[in-house]
């Protein structure tokens, strides 16, 4: 049975956003800085930069045997406090936004036990994770609540919520992650078929980061000077709710942006530093909203990153830089260094790409001196090993866009077709490399589940800085053809290609590959 997504958007009713047929206005508007339409929050915004930043907790083993750790984590929700003085319901991995961070360790077994105590179906996958097909978290197969009535359950095998190939279970399951790969910052969220962007938005991430030994011996901040900081924005009810569009893919095609910028969960938080270096894990949560991230010292005075790692692990070499473009999916490695700010100082974290108070996006306070015996080596990943296109290596191209699929109906489309589980757009050898080519309409990240790849060429240039390193999500921008070498390394099956623009994504931009 052809499963295909039910999510289009009438192109009439487009209007408020891109319009059918978009004019050279409407393209100047789009090849802006953030795809996608602001949903203004009900009720007053709290102000920037007067709660402390947190950091979720990581999660600890249940049991654990030789080469493997077992986890169970459960889904529920949980009341948390997001915005001074009022409550939100999250949607959380234990209660929690983000959920706990998973510390893993290359080439050690994790197995995660979810367990569905919420209302609706969900399915965790772990993005940048080179995992075999049935723990990859493919969009049909879904976990069903542990309550859910026999009746939804047998609705969900009939294919009505979850496709008939899709494996279902209901309560719990238990997603395996081999992870043979190296070091790297990862996450894990919900990719339910349709409902993915809803159910992020609620809280449904968290952070997943594997360690090995290379890493282990480079003398980079680590313990409490090493911090994931996960952005995302979004937007609130006058109770303290999470705002989202009911008809979100109707009023909202582009995607949904929010009036509130999260970091780990809370509004423009601070971090109270000692003017030493740190490493921060950045990565872009956020559903449509893309980053151009700088630091802004006092007096108009400019910080620098040093990027260390990318989506796929560490870089070979750091590389300095003033700004981080970031689009959804995205994770980008950085260390900053804080010695010689003087005590007292304050930094500010800004998002250029944005407007109004969304250019805050959190800030760093520098307390105390202290000891710092870190220090970021000319070399970082040793093994890094550099891809060269090649004459004969199979090239395949694919145009992310919108696509008018009849009746008035626009979905967003790649190569033309919206996602159904049993169209295979490519099949890639075991073990092999493709020349893959992505070319868009619009602003979409493309991210690819198993494969790892390297970008070598932007709009017929050299890659730009954000693209250094092993990738697995890489920003497509108008009008623009993005060039990357991918390895398809793991297992065979069937995994996915979409675009990681999550409103897009659940509107069909989505396609499969099948690993052979
Ligand atoms: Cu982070 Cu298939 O997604
Ligand atoms: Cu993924
Ligand atoms: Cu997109």
């Given at each position: 049975?052809?499963?295909?997504?039910?999510?289009?958007?009438?192109?009439?009713?487009?209007?408020?956003?891109?319009?059918?047929?978009?004019?050279?206005?409407?393209?100047?508007?789009?090849?802006?800085a953030?795809?996608?339409?602001v949903?203004?929050?009900?009720?007053?915004?709290?102000?920037?930069?007067?709660?402390?930043?947190?950091?979720?907790?990581?999660?600890r083993?249940?049991?654990?045997?030789?080469?493997?750790?077992?986890?169970?984590?459960?889904?529920r929700?949980?009341r948390?406090?997001?915005?001074p003085?009022?409550?939100?319901?999250?949607?959380?991995y234990?209660?929690?936004?983000?959920?706990?961070?998973?510390?893993?360790?290359?080439?050690?077994?994790?197995?995660?036990?979810?367990?569905?105590?919420?209302?609706?179906?969900?399915?965790t996958?772990?993005?940048?994770?080179?995992?075999?097909?049935?723990?990859?978290?493919?969009p049909?197969?879904?976990?069903?609540?542990?309550?859910?009535?026999?009746?939804?359950?047998r609705?969900?095998?009939?294919?009505?919520?979850?496709g008939?190939?899709?494996?279902?279970?209901?309560?719990?399951?238990?997603?395996?992650?081999?992870?043979?790969?190296?070091?790297?910052?990862?996450?894990?969220?919900?990719?339910r078929m349709?409902?993915s962007?809803?159910?992020?938005?609620?809280g449904?991430?968290?952070?997943?980061?594997?360690?090995?030994?290379?890493?282990?011996?480079?003398?980079?901040p680590?313990?409490?000077?090493?911090?994931?900081?996960?952005?995302?924005?979004?937007?609130?009810?006058?109770?303290?709710?999470?705002?989202?569009?009911?008809?979100?893919?109707?009023?909202?095609?582009?995607g949904?942006?929010?009036?509130?910028?999260?970091?780990?969960?809370?509004?423009?938080?601070?971090?109270?530093?000692?003017?030493?270096?740190?490493?921060?894990?950045?990565?872009?949560a956020?559903n449509?909203?893309?980053y151009?991230?700088?630091?802004?010292?006092?007096k108009?005075?400019?910080?620098?990153?040093?990027q260390?790692?990318s989506?796929?692990?560490?870089?070979?070499?750091?590389?300095p830089?003033?700004?981080?473009?970031?689009?959804p999916?995205?994770?980008c490695?950085?260390?900053?260094?804080f010695a010689?700010i003087?005590?007292?100082?304050?930094?500010?974290?800004?998002n250029?790409?944005?407007?109004?108070?969304?250019?805050?996006?959190?800030?760093?306070?520098?307390?105390?001196?202290?000891?710092?015996?870190?220090r970021?080596?000319a070399?970082?990943?040793?093994?890094?090993?550099?891809?060269?296109?090649?004459?004969?290596?199979?090239?395949?191209?694919?145009?992310?866009?919108?696509?008018?699929?009849g009746?008035?109906?626009?979905?967003?489309?790649?190569?033309?077709?919206?996602?159904?589980?049993?169209?295979?757009?490519?099949?890639?050898?075991?073990?092999s490399?493709?020349r893959?080519?992505?070319?868009?309409?619009?602003?979409?990240?493309?991210?690819?589940?198993?494969?790892?790849?390297?970008v070598?060429?932007?709009?017929?240039?050299?890659?730009?800085?954000?693209?250094?390193?092993?990738?697995?999500?890489v920003?497509?921008?108008?009008?623009?053809?993005?060039e990357?070498?991918?390895?398809f390394?793991?297992?065979k099956?069937?995994?996915?290609?979409?675009?990681?623009?999550?409103?897009?994504?659940?509107?069909?931009?989505?396609g499969?590959?099948?690993?052979?």
């Amino acid at each position: 049975m052809r499963r295909l997504s039910r999510r289009g958007f009438l192109g009439l009713a487009a209007g408020a956003g891109a319009g059918v047929i978009v004019g050279a206005a409407g393209w100047s508007r789009l090849a802006g800085a953030s795809t996608g339409r602001v949903l203004a929050s009900a009720g007053p915004l709290p102000k920037p930069f007067g709660v402390p930043l947190p950091v979720p907790p990581v999660a600890r083993p249940v049991r654990s045997e030789r080469g493997a750790d077992f986890y169970e984590v459960e889904q529920r929700e949980g009341r948390v406090e997001i915005l001074p003085g009022r409550k939100t319901a999250v949607w959380g991995y234990d209660g929690i936004f983000p959920g706990p961070t998973f510390a893993a360790r290359s080439g050690r077994r994790t197995v995660l036990q979810v367990r569905n105590n919420l209302t609706v179906p969900t399915v965790t996958h772990l993005h940048g994770g080179v995992t075999p097909p049935e723990s990859d978290g493919y969009p049909t197969d879904l976990l069903l609540p542990a309550r859910c009535s026999p009746g939804q359950a047998r609705q969900a095998h009939s294919g009505m919520t979850g496709g008939h190939d899709g494996r279902t279970t209901v309560g719990y399951r238990s997603y395996e992650y081999p992870l043979s790969q190296q070091a790297a910052t990862l996450w894990y969220h919900d990719h339910r078929m349709d409902f993915s962007a809803p159910q992020v938005w609620r809280g449904l991430a968290g952070f997943f980061l594997i360690g090995d030994q290379e890493e282990d011996r480079l003398p980079l901040p680590g313990g409490d000077r090493d911090i994931p900081l996960m952005l995302c924005d979004r937007s609130f009810e006058e109770d303290g709710s999470f705002r989202y569009p009911d008809h979100g893919h109707d009023a909202f095609p582009d995607g949904v942006l929010g009036d509130v910028q999260l970091v780990n969960g809370a509004p423009w938080p601070v971090l109270e530093v000692s003017a030493t270096r740190y490493r921060f894990r950045l990565l872009n949560a956020s559903n449509t909203r893309r980053y151009q991230l700088r630091l802004e010292a006092e007096k108009g005075r400019r910080g620098r990153f040093i990027q260390i790692g990318s989506d796929g692990g560490l870089l070979a070499a750091p590389q300095p830089l003033d700004t981080i473009d970031m689009a959804p999916g995205e994770r980008c490695d950085v260390v900053i260094d804080f010695a010689g700010i003087s005590v007292g100082s304050r930094i500010t974290l800004r998002n250029t790409a944005a407007e109004g108070g969304m250019r805050d996006v959190m800030r760093f306070h520098v307390v105390r001196t202290a000891r710092d015996d870190s220090r970021i080596p000319a070399r970082l990943a040793t093994s890094f090993d550099k891809l060269t296109p090649s004459k004969g290596m199979p090239v395949r191209a694919f145009d992310f866009r919108r696509t008018n699929t009849g009746e008035d109906r626009q979905m967003w489309t790649i190569n033309g077709q919206p996602f159904s589980t049993d169209t295979v757009l490519a099949s890639p050898r075991l073990g092999s490399v493709e020349r893959w080519r992505f070319s868009s309409d619009f602003h979409h990240p493309v991210h690819a589940h198993l494969a790892q790849f390297q970008v070598i060429a932007r709009g017929g240039r050299p890659p730009a800085p954000a693209d250094a390193g092993w990738k697995d999500t890489v920003d497509v921008r108008p009008y623009e053809v993005v060039e990357v070498l991918a390895r398809f390394a793991g297992y065979k099956g069937r995994y996915m290609l979409h675009c990681h623009n999550l409103e897009h994504e659940d509107m069909a931009m989505m396609g499969n590959f099948q690993v052979i």
